[in-house]
C-alpha cells in the first residue's frame, strides 16, 4: 500500500536554519497525532505536506505524488484547517463555505448544496445565516473544521482544532474529527500540544523535536500497562494503610486530582500482600488495576532522550 505521507531524509531551512532536519515518515490511513514543543517544526512539517515550503534536501510524496512540483494538484485532494482565523466577518457561513467551493472548482449550485451539508454536519444549521462576526470562537471553528471538509478530502490537514474552545466544544469538536476519521480511505493528521485531545482522536503519533522525528508509533502500545505498578483506591484509612504498606516494602505515590494510589510491586505477591495489608488496616481495595504509562510520560521521555 502506497504511504499518503512519505518524507524521505527531507531538510527544509529557513534563513539556513533547519526547521525540519533529515525528517524521515510515513503516513497511512486513519487519526494521526502530530506532537512536539513549539518551535519543534510541526507547522514547518505541514506547510512542507501542503506544498509551501520546498524541500532543499531529500523528497517529499503526497499520495504518491512528487512535491512540490505538483502541489496545486495534491492540494485539490486536502483539506487544511489552520491555527488562525480564516473567516470573513461581514459574510454568513454559507456564502463563505459557498465561495470556498467555487475556489476547489465546484459548480455554484454544487457548492451551495455542499455547504448547507457540511453546516448541518457541524451543528452549525441554525446559525448559517448570521454574519460571522456575530459567532463564538467554538462557532468559528466549526466554520475552519466545515471548510476543511468541504470538498470531501482524503487527506485532512488540523493544526491545533480545539484552540480557545471550553470543555464542552473541545469533545464537540474532537468526536466530530474522530468520525471523519473513521471514514474509509480518509486520512487525519491532528496537530496539538493539548496530549489528552490527541488521545481522544489519534491511534498513532509522530513526536517532533528541534526539527527531528524522536519517536512514533501506536498509542496503545505506548500506553500499555506497566505490570510492576498498579493503580489502587480504597474504601477508607487512606493513610494508615499506605503507612503500613510503606513498612512492608512498596513505594505509594497519590495520583493527584483523584484518590487513586500508584503502588509499586517490587516483590514477589505483591499484589496478594497489598490486600491483606488492607484488611489488617480496617478497610478494601475498591479498585486495582495495573498502571499504565500515560501518553504524557512517553512524551516527556521522548523528548529527553532527543
Same mark, same amino acid.
Given at each position: 500500500m502506497t504511504p499518503i505521507i512519505e518524507f524521505s531524509d527531507v531538510t527544509v531551512c529557513y534563513d539556513g536554519f533547519p526547521a525540519l532536519d533529515g525528517v524521515s515518515v510515513q503516513v497511512g490511513g486513519g487519526a494521526i497525532g502530530l506532537l512536539g514543543p513549539n518551535g519543534a517544526g510541526k507547522s514547518t512539517l505541514i506547510k512542507t505536506v501542503l506544498g509551501f515550503n520546498r524541500a532543499e534536501k531529500g523528497e517529499v510524496k503526497i499520495f504518491g505524488i512528487e512535491m512540490p512540483a505538483r502541489a496545486i494538484e495534491v492540494r485539490h485532494r486536502l483539506g487544511y484547517m489552520p491555527e488562525l482565523e480564516v473567516s470573513s466577518p461581514k459574510v454568513s457561513a454559507v456564502a463563505f463555505l459557498? @465561495?470556498?467551493? /467555487?475556489i476547489f472548482g465546484i459548480s455554484r449550485v454544487d457548492a451551495l448544496e455542499r455547504a448547507h451539508e457540511v453546516l448541518? @454536519?457541524?451543528? +452549525?444549521g441554525d446559525s448559517r445565516y448570521r454574519n460571522m462576526e456575530t459567532y463564538s470562537t467554538g462557532m468559528l471553528q466549526r466554520v475552519k473544521l466545515a471548510q476543511a471538509i468541504l470538498h470531501d478530502p482524503k487527506l485532512l490537514l488540523l493544526d491545533e482544532p480545539t484552540n480557545g474552545l471550553d470543555p464542552d466544544g473541545r469533545i464537540e469538536i +474532537?468526536? +466530530?474529527?474522530r468520525d471523519i476519521a473513521a471514514r474509509p480511505g480518509v486520512t487525519v493528521i491532528v496537530s496539538s500540544h493539548l496530549l489528552p485531545d490527541v488521545q481522544h482522536v489519534c491511534e498513532r503519533v509522530v513526536m517532533i523535536d528541534k526539527g527531528k522525528v524522536v519517536h512514533e508509533g501506536n498509542i496503545s502500545e505506548m500506553t500499555a500497562p /506497566?505490570? *510492576?505498578y498498579c *493503580?489502587? /483506591?480504597l474504601r477508607e484509612n487512606d493513610q494508615m494503610f499506605v503507612a503500613a504498606a510503606r513498612d512492608a516494602g512498596f513505594e505509594c505515590a497519590r495520583l493527584h486530582p483523584s484518590n487513586t494510589w500508584l503502588v509499586r510491586l517490587s516483590q514477589e505477591g505483591g499484589a496478594q500482600r497489598l490486600f491483606g495489608i488492607a484488611r489488617d488496616c480496617n478497610t478494601q481495595i475498591r479498585h486495582y488495576q495495573p498502571a499504565r504509562r500515560s501518553l504524557e510520560e512517553a512524551f516527556l521521555q521522548a523528548m529527553i532522550k532527543e
Amino acid at each position: 500500500m502506497t504511504p499518503i505521507i512519505e518524507f524521505s531524509d527531507v531538510t527544509v531551512c529557513y534563513d539556513g536554519f533547519p526547521a525540519l532536519d533529515g525528517v524521515s515518515v510515513q503516513v497511512g490511513g486513519g487519526a494521526i497525532g502530530l506532537l512536539g514543543p513549539n518551535g519543534a517544526g510541526k507547522s514547518t512539517l505541514i506547510k512542507t505536506v501542503l506544498g509551501f515550503n520546498r524541500a532543499e534536501k531529500g523528497e517529499v510524496k503526497i499520495f504518491g505524488i512528487e512535491m512540490p512540483a505538483r502541489a496545486i494538484e495534491v492540494r485539490h485532494r486536502l483539506g487544511y484547517m489552520p491555527e488562525l482565523e480564516v473567516s470573513s466577518p461581514k459574510v454568513s457561513a454559507v456564502a463563505f463555505l459557498t @465561495y470556498c467551493g /467555487r475556489i476547489f472548482g465546484i459548480s455554484r449550485v454544487d457548492a451551495l448544496e455542499r455547504a448547507h451539508e457540511v453546516l448541518n @454536519y457541524v451543528k +452549525l444549521g441554525d446559525s448559517r445565516y448570521r454574519n460571522m462576526e456575530t459567532y463564538s470562537t467554538g462557532m468559528l471553528q466549526r466554520v475552519k473544521l466545515a471548510q476543511a471538509i468541504l470538498h470531501d478530502p482524503k487527506l485532512l490537514l488540523l493544526d491545533e482544532p480545539t484552540n480557545g474552545l471550553d470543555p464542552d466544544g473541545r469533545i464537540e469538536i +474532537l468526536d +466530530l474529527v474522530r468520525d471523519i476519521a473513521a471514514r474509509p480511505g480518509v486520512t487525519v493528521i491532528v496537530s496539538s500540544h493539548l496530549l489528552p485531545d490527541v488521545q481522544h482522536v489519534c491511534e498513532r503519533v509522530v513526536m517532533i523535536d528541534k526539527g527531528k522525528v524522536v519517536h512514533e508509533g501506536n498509542i496503545s502500545e505506548m500506553t500499555a500497562p /506497566r505490570h *510492576e505498578y498498579c *493503580e489502587i /483506591r480504597l474504601r477508607e484509612n487512606d493513610q494508615m494503610f499506605v503507612a503500613a504498606a510503606r513498612d512492608a516494602g512498596f513505594e505509594c505515590a497519590r495520583l493527584h486530582p483523584s484518590n487513586t494510589w500508584l503502588v509499586r510491586l517490587s516483590q514477589e505477591g505483591g499484589a496478594q500482600r497489598l490486600f491483606g495489608i488492607a484488611r489488617d488496616c480496617n478497610t478494601q481495595i475498591r479498585h486495582y488495576q495495573p498502571a499504565r504509562r500515560s501518553l504524557e510520560e512517553a512524551f516527556l521521555q521522548a523528548m529527553i532522550k532527543e
